[in-house]
């Protein structure tokens, strides 16, 4: 199998609190990975120690064969972010505010011209950031992520925040973006219902552990097994969190 992101017993303890506990992940080069959990459940601190912007306490990373601590550099040019709700200059254009961020990363000029493409934002460049939708902030945001076109895209809960319509919006953007230039994506969310319209395979994180990790249809033959409903994914995923969380609460009683 040719994974493109491979983490082993990936850990981030803060004194006495565990965000992320001994998480191996495996991503298909050319997939939609749906990383799921509750919040706090530790998909944040995930996303944030593969963009290196917090350091594992414990196991390590291989992002395109490169190693992690010793190519951080050459990781992080091959990847596109969307951390958290993107902030923008109020008072610059969305294109100007993709120009600045084009110039840091040294990227040619029409690489803002080709990210406003992708998502759809071309007629609407010219407008002041402040004037922008919570929608169209979210496409800026992922167009952000695209300049360039990386080929890994790491976006932390794309959706939130936004109404039904939004939500179909940047999960039809989402799902187009690896046959349209063939990257690979890790979408972090807590409904399972929104992911499964996207990704190709998922983890399910709960209190730092990952507690399942397949295709959907291996969830889906997991559930049978256990007989749970196998039709509405989105109860097996709630039933797999409510049944760790009785079992670690059993542990603490102990």
């Given at each position: 199998?040719?994974?493109?992101?491979?983490?082993?017993?990936?850990?981030?303890?803060?004194?006495?609190?565990?965000?992320?506990?001994?998480?191996?992940?495996?991503?298909?080069?050319?997939?939609?990975y749906?990383?799921?959990?509750?919040?706090?459940?530790?998909?944040?601190?995930?996303?944030?120690?593969?963009?290196?912007?917090?350091?594992?306490?414990?196991?390590?990373?291989?992002?395109?064969?490169?190693?992690?601590?010793?190519?951080?550099?050459?990781?992080?040019?091959?990847?596109?972010?969307?951390?958290?709700?993107?902030?923008?200059?109020?008072?610059?254009?969305?294109?100007?505010?993709?120009?600045?961020?084009?110039?840091?990363?040294?990227?040619?000029?029409?690489?803002?011209?080709?990210?406003?493409?992708?998502?759809?934002?071309?007629?609407?460049?010219?407008?002041?950031?402040?004037?922008?939708?919570?929608?169209?902030?979210?496409?800026?945001?992922?167009?952000?992520?695209?300049?360039?076109?990386?080929?890994?895209?790491?976006?932390?809960?794309?959706?939130?925040?936004?109404?039904?319509?939004?939500?179909?919006?940047?999960?039809n953007?989402?799902?187009?973006?690896?046959?349209?230039y063939?990257?690979?994506?890790?979408?972090?969310?807590?409904?399972?219902?929104?992911?499964?319209?996207?990704?190709?395979?998922?983890?399910?994180?709960?209190?730092?552990?990952?507690?399942?990790?397949?295709?959907?249809?291996e969830?889906?033959?997991?559930?049978?097994?256990?007989?749970?409903?196998a039709?509405?994914?989105?109860?097996?995923?709630?039933?797999?969190?409510?049944?760790?969380?009785?079992?670690?609460?059993?542990?603490?009683?102990?």
């Open positions: 199998m040719d994974y493109i992101i491979t983490t082993e017993q990936l850990t981030k303890k803060y004194k006495n609190f565990t965000s992320v506990n001994n998480v191996s992940l495996h991503v298909r080069r050319g997939s939609i749906g990383f799921l959990g509750p919040n706090g459940a530790g998909k944040s601190t995930t996303m944030k120690m593969l963009l290196g912007l917090t350091a594992p306490t414990k196991g390590g990373f291989v992002i395109d064969g490169k190693q992690f601590p010793r190519d951080r550099l050459a990781i992080l040019r091959e990847i596109g972010s969307f951390i958290e709700s993107p902030s923008f200059y109020a008072n610059l254009t969305g294109r100007e505010n993709l120009d600045l961020i084009r110039r840091i990363l040294n990227l040619p000029p029409n690489a803002v011209e080709d990210a406003l493409e992708l998502v759809g934002l071309s007629e609407f460049g010219g407008r002041l950031a402040k004037k922008y939708s919570l929608g169209m902030k979210q496409r800026l945001g992922l167009a952000g992520a695209l300049l360039g076109r990386p080929p890994i895209l790491i976006l932390d809960e794309p959706t939130n925040g936004l109404d039904p319509a939004g939500i179909h919006e940047i999960r953007l989402v799902r187009s973006l690896p046959d349209r063939d990257c690979t994506i890790l979408i972090s969310s807590h409904m399972l219902s929104e992911i499964e319209l996207v990704a190709d395979d998922i983890g399910i994180l709960n209190h730092g552990r990952l507690l399942f990790e397949g295709s959907l249809d969830l889906r033959r997991s559930a049978q097994k256990a007989g749970m409903d039709d509405h994914l989105e109860d097996v995923f709630l039933s797999l969190v409510e049944q760790d969380n009785a079992a670690r609460k059993q542990g603490a009683e102990l």
